[in-house]
């Protein structure tokens, strides 16, 4: 079974701080995602990368960054945390390029920003 | 552009029957739809493709109208375990190949 894993299942941070949430799959898979998911608003797209070092924006990228420097690991970054930003963060995979492919979500991360 | 999805919540019976609309304002290649139960990770149910091609759940159906640009979830005869939010997410024609999830309807199923 594919497995994908988060860092951490919950985190408090402090505005202003530096936030680093990891996410790594098992599946050998192309394709990682990172969501946000607030009530009423459903899954929404930060980043997502197709390859390694490679990136793309999605629909919200503002106050964020992503790092993917091997196949199994991304990486996404809150350079200076803000309230708006506490949410829960969600990671997804799947096997690229193709869009037909389902895709296989970690547990997430519910962050909190003081 | 989030797809729209409706309705926002439902609450059944057991063995009663659902239907879950997603629609999109954009023209569609896809549309995949996922459950996620309370505290878990949405879980992948169904993939439609233009065209008509499917993969997905045996015991759930779906349809996708390309005209309209919408796809519909079925669950009969629903069972307890069907409890959650149910999203889809759409891949559109334009742009790069990535999923625009709509904003979720809530399903409780009641003994």
């Known amino acids: 079974d594919v497995k994908v894993t988060q860092s951490s299942r919950y985190l408090v941070k402090r505005t202003g701080e530096k936030v680093f949430l990891e996410c790594v799959q098992d599946?050998?898979?192309?394709?990682m995602f990172w969501y946000r998911q607030d009530p009423g608003l459903g899954l929404r797209l930060i980043y997502f990368?197709?390859?390694?070092?490679?990136?793309e924006k999605g629909d919200i990228p503002e106050g964020y960054s992503v790092s993917r420097e091997k196949k199994e690991r991304f990486s996404l970054i809150l350079e200076s945390a803000s309230t708006n930003q506490t949410s829960m963060y969600l990671c997804?995979?799947?096997?690229?390029?193709?869009?037909?492919?389902?895709?296989?979500f970690g547990p997430g991360t519910r962050l909190t920003v003081l | 552009q989030q797809p729209v999805q409706s309705p926002q919540a439902v609450i059944l019976r057991e063995g009663e029957d659902a239907v879950i609309n997603c629609s999109s304002s954009?023209?569609?290649?896809?549309v995949h739809w996922y459950r996620q139960k309370h505290g878990e990770a949405p879980v992948f149910l169904m993939i439609?493709?233009?065209?008509?091609e499917q993969k997905g759940h045996e015991k759930i159906s779906a349809s996708f109208n390309e005209k309209k640009q919408q796809s519909s979830l079925y669950l009969t005869a629903s069972q307890l375990s069907y409890s959650g939010t149910y999203f889809c997410?759409?891949?559109?024609?334009?742009?790069?190949?990535?999923?625009?999830f709509g904003t979720g309807t809530r399903l409780k199923v009641l003994a």
């Open positions: 990368s197709y390859d390694v070092k490679m990136k």
């Open positions: 997804a995979s799947s096997l690229g390029p193709r869009v037909y492919n389902e895709q296989f």
């Open positions: 954009k023209a569609l290649y896809s």
């Open positions: 439609l493709l233009k065209g008509g």
């Open positions: 997410g759409t891949a559109s024609l334009a742009g790069t190949y990535k999923y625009i």
């Open positions: 599946m050998d898979h192309e394709n």
